[in-house]
């Protein structure tokens, strides 16, 4: 586990080159004392230059540098140069320019010999650490950058904090399996940040999704209302459809259908016809509305509509076969999967193989199949699809009459209503 610093809640002293030389020496696995009797300098007060205690008597740094053979350069315009680019690449993120945002960060990546031999050399793992979420998804190097940057943050600027804590949560928001560590980030990103800021605003917005995803339905809508303030008040009008959009999935999280329907063809109206993906995304709401609203012959219409304008997401694939089991289209039904079977995610075809065996009254298959999706769904912090199965269960258990399973089930479900169901809490656990 790497020594990671605690971040200052003021701090008006940026320790740039102590940091620099401490991060080679604990890197190479170097003592203080070796390094101080290797200098012929007091153990002490090479600590108090590693810690910004102290200030790096003229020649010092060319001393360090024969030692661990680098290059450092005390630069304070490079430095100001690389700040004013993190700043602008991060402002390309707020307002959704990615093409600039990718220009810039590819530009920094491409002078990484000037920067890591710099003042601006931890200024630099921040863009890069914003340069391998965004454009490679290195998850690798993401970590490598990460233990770096959290061992030194006496070398960055609060405002440089901020943006780093705000792009870990975005990083571990990606994952179910890391989305509660997301939250502890975005927490301390807020936390550091102006609430006119920048940093603050696009927290904030990511808050949205995590709260819907982990089941925190509410709170999700109201942050929504709270982005839309700040982001109005930042004057950042691109994201507005994002927030209205995530709202309206909100009001489908607290089964507010109509509601949800009504914005979400307010924004179908509205948005550009060009704009296929985010029409797409609308579709795609749309359709899940009218699944759990039981409007089954709308569901496969705009199912059909996502499709059409390109969406590839996994979980469309059993719209259409669920809407026509309900629909008692049993023959279509199994028909569909036989035809799109190639096309499901691997994810989801024990749920595709648990409607077949319903249909085909393969009882015994169809509880190791759906048991097994539904405890998958767990696993993942998926809980967006838990509700439908958990009806799906349920009614399965009310048709053989096995109340035993019908008790279970009903306690899942009160336990999702009081947001305290997890894999390890549910009483439907295979394990």
């Given at each position: 586990?790497p020594?990671?610093k605690?971040?200052?809640?003021i701090?008006?002293f940026i320790?740039?080159?102590g940091?620099?030389f401490r991060?080679f020496?604990?890197?190479?696995?170097?003592?203080?004392?070796?390094?101080a009797e290797?200098?012929?300098?007091?153990k002490?007060?090479?600590?108090?230059l590693e810690?910004g205690?102290?200030?790096?008597p003229?020649?010092?740094?060319?001393?360090?540098?024969?030692f661990?053979?680098?290059k450092?350069?005390?630069?304070i315009?490079l430095?100001?140069?690389?700040?004013?680019?993190?700043?602008?690449?991060?402002?390309?993120?707020f307002i959704?320019?990615s093409k600039?945002?990718?220009?810039i960060?590819?530009?920094?990546i491409?002078n990484?010999?000037?920067?890591?031999n710099?003042?601006?050399y931890f200024?630099?793992q921040?863009?890069k650490y914003h340069?391998?979420?965004?454009?490679e998804?290195?998850?690798?190097?993401l970590?490598?950058?990460?233990?770096?940057?959290e061992?030194?943050?006496?070398?960055l600027?609060?405002?440089?904090?901020t943006?780093?804590?705000c792009?870990?949560?975005?990083f571990?928001k990606r994952?179910?399996?890391?989305?509660?560590?997301?939250?502890?980030?975005?927490n301390k990103?807020i936390e550091l940040?102006?609430?006119?800021?920048?940093?603050?605003?696009?927290?904030?917005f990511?808050?949205?999704?995590?709260?819907?995803?982990?089941?925190r339905?509410a709170l999700?809508?109201?942050?929504?209302?709270?982005?839309?303030?700040?982001?109005?008040?930042?004057n950042?009008?691109?994201?507005?459809?994002?927030?209205?959009f995530f709202?309206?999935n909100?009001?489908?999280?607290?089964?507010l259908?109509?509601?949800a329907?009504?914005?979400?063809?307010?924004?179908?109206n509205?948005?550009?016809?060009t704009?296929?993906?985010?029409?797409?995304?609308?579709?795609?709401?749309l359709a899940?509305?009218?699944?759990?609203?039981?409007?089954?012959?709308?569901?496969?219409?705009?199912?059909?509509?996502?499709?059409a304008?390109?969406?590839t997401?996994?979980?469309l694939?059993?719209?259409?076969?669920?809407s026509?089991?309900?629909?008692n289209?049993?023959?279509?039904?199994?028909?569909y999967?036989?035809?799109?079977?190639d096309?499901t995610?691997?994810?989801?075809k024990?749920?595709?193989?648990?409607?077949?065996c319903r249909i085909?009254?393969?009882n015994?298959?169809?509880?190791?199949h759906i048991?097994y999706?539904?405890?998958s769904l767990?696993?993942?912090?998926?809980?967006?699809e838990?509700?439908?199965?958990?009806d799906f269960?349920l009614d399965?258990?009310k048709?053989?009459?096995?109340?035993?399973?019908m008790?279970k089930?009903?306690?899942?479900?009160?336990?999702l209503?009081?947001?305290?169901?997890?894999?390890?809490t549910s009483?439907?656990?295979?394990?």
């Amino acid at each position: 586990m790497p020594y990671v610093k605690q971040a200052p809640k003021i701090q008006n002293f940026i320790n740039i080159i102590g940091a620099y030389f401490r991060n080679f020496r604990i890197n190479d696995g170097i003592s203080l004392t070796y390094v101080a009797e290797s200098i012929h300098m007091n153990k002490g007060f090479l600590s108090d230059l590693e810690n910004g205690k102290r200030h790096f008597p003229e020649g010092t740094i060319q001393e360090l540098n024969d030692f661990y053979g680098t290059k450092f350069k005390e630069d304070i315009h490079l430095y100001n140069d690389l700040c004013r680019l993190l700043d602008y690449a991060f402002n390309m993120l707020f307002i959704a320019h990615s093409k600039e945002e990718t220009i810039i960060l590819k530009k920094a990546i491409q002078n990484a010999n000037i920067y890591e031999n710099s003042s601006a050399y931890f200024v630099f793992q921040i863009l890069k650490y914003h340069y391998y979420l965004r454009i490679e998804k290195d998850n690798d190097k993401l970590e490598t950058i990460q233990d770096t940057i959290e061992s030194n943050l006496d070398a960055l600027s609060l405002q440089h904090l901020t943006y780093f804590y705000c792009l870990i949560g975005i990083f571990y928001k990606r994952n179910s399996s890391t989305i509660y560590k997301a939250e502890k980030y975005l927490n301390k990103s807020i936390e550091l940040s102006s609430s006119n800021s920048i940093t603050y605003a696009y927290s904030i917005f990511q808050f949205i999704s995590l709260y819907a995803r982990t089941n925190r339905i509410a709170l999700a809508y109201t942050y929504c209302e709270k982005a839309r303030n700040v982001f109005t008040r930042l004057n950042n009008y691109t994201t507005m459809f994002y927030i209205d959009f995530f709202q309206s999935n909100c009001l489908i999280g607290m089964e507010l259908y109509d509601l949800a329907i009504e914005k979400l063809s307010t924004l179908l109206n509205n948005i550009e016809h060009t704009n296929k993906e985010s029409i797409a995304k609308i579709h795609h709401s749309l359709a899940w509305c009218y699944l759990l609203n039981g409007q089954y012959n709308n569901c496969i219409e705009e199912t059909h509509q996502a499709y059409a304008y390109g969406d590839t997401s996994s979980d469309l694939s059993y719209f259409i076969p669920y809407s026509y089991y309900k629909m008692n289209k049993h023959l279509k039904c199994l028909d569909y999967m036989d035809t799109h079977s190639d096309h499901t995610n691997n994810f989801f075809k024990p749920f595709f193989k648990a409607i077949a065996c319903r249909i085909q009254k393969e009882n015994i298959q169809f509880e190791k199949h759906i048991t097994y999706f539904y405890t998958s769904l767990l696993k993942n912090n998926m809980f967006e699809e838990i509700p439908l199965i958990q009806d799906f269960i349920l009614d399965y258990y009310k048709e053989t009459d096995n109340k035993d399973m019908m008790i279970k089930i009903l306690l899942d479900i009160k336990s999702l209503k009081d947001n305290n169901l997890t894999f390890d809490t549910s009483h439907l656990n295979i394990n």
